[in-house]
């Protein structure tokens, strides 16, 4: 377990790093780091544990040898869970052991990312163990909502990004009856000028 390998997930912003140790039919463990560290983290812990798992150790997302999200884009709790969602789906795995580091206890951050994805995905996840860390606090009375809608938004943005396709080329006429046809109540005309800002010509249409 001293060597390991680099990984690159890909992502709309550019690619989630990480690197992993073990043999790859292991038993799978995602390792999570903590505030403002990346996956060196776990460089002199992994060499101590059980050798018969694979070790994924990931970069959030501007940390580390990760990819920034875009100039002015928030780095909210949920997106780093999102992240996570995304590094579980790239290996193929449906279920794992998920180990997480904090340094502090912060409640809108990386402490929470461990068991915030436990709690939206519990059927992917056979273990969490905490380092430095505490469990997630939520109100029993919010706890359906919450679990509800922000599962909702994560599955439905990996969705939307898996079916991701090179935008087809219209002509300006059909552009126009597909804009009318997702927008009832504008008129041809009112489509028509919103076109001309809204489209752009390519050499294939």
Not at 144 to 164: C, G, N, P, T
Request: proline share 7%; glycine share 6%; hydrophobic share 45%.
């Amino acid at each position: 377990l001293d060597m390991f390998s680099e990984l690159k997930f890909p992502v709309p912003w550019g690619h989630v790093a990480a690197k992993a140790w073990g043999p790859s039919d292991g038993c799978p463990v995602l390792c999570l780091h903590g505030w403002l560290d990346n996956a060196n983290t776990f460089d002199k812990l992994i060499p101590l544990l059980p050798r018969d798992c694979y070790y994924v150790a990931m970069d959030f997302s501007g940390h580390g040898l990760s990819s920034h999200r875009p100039a002015g884009s928030p780095y909210h709790f949920l997106d780093y869970v999102s992240d996570v969602r995304r590094v579980a789906a790239a290996l193929q795995w449906r279920r794992f052991t998920l180990m997480g580091h904090s340094m502090a206890f912060l409640f809108l951050s990386y402490c929470f990312v461990s068991p915030q994805f436990c709690f939206l995905y519990p059927e992917m996840v056979d273990k969490l163990i905490l380092l430095e860390n505490l469990g997630f606090l939520l109100d029993p009375e919010d706890t359906e909502a919450w679990l509800k809608s922000k599962r909702m938004v994560i599955d439905r943005l990996l969705s939307l990004e898996a079916k991701q396709q090179t935008p087809k080329a219209r002509s300006p006429e059909a552009a126009l009856q597909r804009l009318l046809e997702a927008n009832r109540h504008l008129t041809a005309e009112g489509g028509a000028i919103l076109l001309q800002r809204g489209a752009t010509e390519t050499p294939a249409g």
